[in-house]
């Protein structure tokens, strides 16, 4: 299974972007998919965990962010509203075999390189 990150660039603050994570060698259907994103000097923190059809959200986690999926694409999706320079970030997603609300920073069994989210102002 390989991950690929898309969507990443330049926003101003109260703009929306949509980032995409393609699966490929596999369908995504027989894993659940996390979002993480690390900011400039902080650790990496989990956003959301996808398992089809129910996004999970940490308690840290923003409901400015939401999640979906194409299947025939094999495609899952952040839409991600309302964004603040705090939310600049390399956004990566995950992949763990299984279902439910499974996705941790140390138990993904794929990830994808990352994509660049910059807001400014």
């Known amino acids: 299974l390989r991950l690929e990150e898309s969507g990443g660039g330049l926003v101003q603050p109260g703009g929306s972007l949509k980032l995409a994570c393609t699966a490929s060698?596999?369908?995504?259907?027989?894993?659940?998919i996390g979002w993480f994103r690390q900011a400039p000097g902080r650790g990496r923190e989990l956003i959301s965990c996808?398992?089809?059809?129910?996004?999970y959200f940490p308690d840290s986690g923003s409901r400015r962010f939401t999640t979906s999926i194409n299947k025939a694409w094999n495609t899952v999706y952040l839409q991600m509203n309302d964004l603040n320079p705090e939310d600049t970030a390399t956004y990566y997603c995950?992949?763990?075999?299984?279902?439910?609300?499974?996705?941790?920073?140390?138990?993904?069994?794929?990830w994808g390189k990352g994509t660049l989210v910059t807001v400014y102002s």
């Open positions: 996808f398992s089809d059809p129910t996004t």
């Open positions: 995950a992949a763990r075999q299984g279902s439910g609300n499974i996705c941790t920073l140390t138990g993904m069994d794929y």
């Open positions: 060698g596999v369908s995504l259907e027989y894993y659940s």
